[in-house]
């Protein structure tokens, strides 16, 4: 019958349990199981005893072979049921079972059922022995080198598994594209990486003076999430804040028993904490994992930076550029940051996806980029316009829908579209087009409503700016005319909005 002894489990050595060496006796004498046992009961490899699994035949083999897939070694025996049972278990093991791991340690004692030549050759053992020659010396020596070969083997596979998974993790780094969803992702994944199971916090140094009483936590993961906002002085026990001054006046990172803080420093010299919490003691195979994944975090988070500081950049220079066609039509820069604003939030109100509205939000102020072309006199006059200075003037969005039309990048195409569309009108009396409703596109109706919304409560050469209340009453009455009513039903449910926007942009 199949046998797990209770006895011989592991070691416990303070509060920690040390894992046994689980080795798998098949043979169909029992005074083999006893004199194996006898012989190996006390050793011991690098400080792990052995557990002794016992089966006595081929089928009661695989019934443990099944049960247990973190065998060390197997000592078999050739001949059981059958003349073959042995080596039709090895079949078992290494094709069914697919583990090629576990050592195997052939033994019989009819060398002639199964010559050694040819058992090695086409069989994946390890080793081969006749029971007569393996004395407790030899014994020893098998188990010692078998052993050796599978702890290499389960540190290569450990290897290969951990920079499975810095790969995967690193991976989810890099998809976050905020600093606090990738301050979020970095917590998560060293978590998971390394199995901590008390999570992990991080803090951003204000400035190079600052002490570490001054932090706030940042973002956290596991039971820290809740400190999240709150001051690492009191969130936190005094020696984990002395372990934050250490690693910050040291400008490195921190290994204790119990826990871990990693230092980081930008290109622009930007310090930041990384604190994982109460861990148990990190293997040197954890600390290399863990030095793969941070340097891959630093590459990531240097890569953050650029995309922030590009898009920032592109953000800025598209405002500066539709600032000169409204520059030169005597309009603020303030009047097209204020749309591309109002704009998202109508987008974010009607259910645009966050990258859509990232886009609009920076396409919106192209609108009347088309005014390049057209005259000074035309542009700033200040009385009404003739019939030909009208045709002039509405030039400016076949220029615009030209200019912006020569990019395919989404970007572009969205700044033609809204550039094409943002003067026709609901009803379709408006221009070039004279399309009307959803003929128009969604963007371009977002863009005419934020657009005559701003105009009206700003200064123009014709005009002072309106009233906060006329405001409101026009573009009530123009619902359905000009404007697309569902769209004034929104903005006017955010109406506060539009009051703080003109307040913190200012012409």
Not at 476 to 489: C, H, I, M, R
Request: with cysteine.
């Amino acid at each position: 019958m199949v046998s797990e002894p209770e006895g011989n489990r592991g070691l416990v050595q303070g509060s920690s349990r040390v894992e046994p060496w689980k080795i798998l006796i098949i043979d169909d004498e029992p005074e083999v199981h006893e004199v194996t046992t006898l012989v190996l009961g006390d050793f011991e490899f690098e400080g792990r005893p052995l557990r002794f699994l016992h089966a006595h035949s081929a089928t009661e083999a695989r019934e443990l072979l099944a049960r247990h897939a973190d065998l060390a070694v197997v000592l078999l025996d050739v001949v059981m049921e059958s003349e073959q049972a042995g080596l039709e278990l090895v079949h078992h093991i290494r094709r069914e079972l697919d583990n090629h791991f576990v050592r195997i340690v052939l033994r019989t004692g009819q060398p002639g059922q199964a010559p050694e030549r040819e058992v090695v050759a086409n069989y994946d053992i390890n080793d081969y022995k006749e029971k007569t020659e393996l004395t407790s010396e030899r014994l020893y020596t098998t188990l010692y080198s078998t052993l050796r070969a599978y702890r290499d083997v389960m540190i290569i596979e450990a290897n290969k598994r951990g920079l499975e998974r810095v790969i995967e993790c690193s991976a989810q780094v890099h998809s976050h594209q905020t600093s606090p969803a990738f301050a979020s992702a970095v917590l998560e994944q060293i978590v998971g990486l390394l199995g901590v199971d008390r999570g992990a916090l991080y803090c951003k140094v204000p400035d190079a003076e600052a002490a570490p009483e001054q932090f706030r936590v940042q973002a956290a993961a596991g039971p820290y999430r809740s400190l999240i906002e709150q001051p690492v002085a009191s969130a936190l026990p005094a020696n984990i804040v002395a372990s934050l001054r250490r690693a910050l006046e040291g400008r490195q990172s921190i290994f204790s028993d119990d826990h871990y803080v990693l230092h980081f420093t930008d290109s622009r010299q930007s310090e930041s904490l990384l604190y994982v919490g109460e861990a148990y003691r990190l293997t040197e195979l954890d600390y290399k994992l863990l030095e793969v994944f941070c340097t891959n975090v630093s590459i990531a988070f240097e890569n953050l930076l650029l995309h922030q500081e590009l898009a920032e950049s592109q953000t800025e220079m598209l405002c500066l550029l539709a600032g000169v066609a409204e520059t030169r039509s005597l309009e603020t820069a303030s009047h097209v940051r204020r749309v591309a604003e109002l704009s998202a939030m109508l987008g974010t109100a009607c259910g645009l996806s966050e990258e859509e509205v990232k886009i609009l939000r920076l396409a919106a102020p192209l609108h009347d980029i088309g005014k390049i072309g057209i005259p000074d006199a035309v542009l700033n006059k200040p009385g009404p316009h003739t019939s030909e200075e009208t045709r002039i003037m509405r030039g400016h969005v076949d220029i615009g829908v030209e200019m912006l039309s020569s990019s395919k990048r989404p970007l572009f195409s969205m700044a033609a579209e809204i550039a094409r569309d943002h003067h026709e009108n609901f009803d379709g009396s408006g221009y070039p087009r004279g399309v009307a409703g959803e003929e128009i596109s969604l963007v371009g109706r977002i863009v005419a409503l934020a657009d005559v919304c701003d105009a009206l409560g700003s200064r123009r050469c014709y005009k002072e700016p309106w009233p906060e209340q006329r405001v409101r009453e026009f573009l009530l009455d123009q619902s359905g005319v000009k404007f697309d009513p569902a769209l004034v039903d929104l903005l006017m449910e955010r109406w506060d909005e539009v009051t703080a926007l003109r307040e913190r942009m200012p012409d």
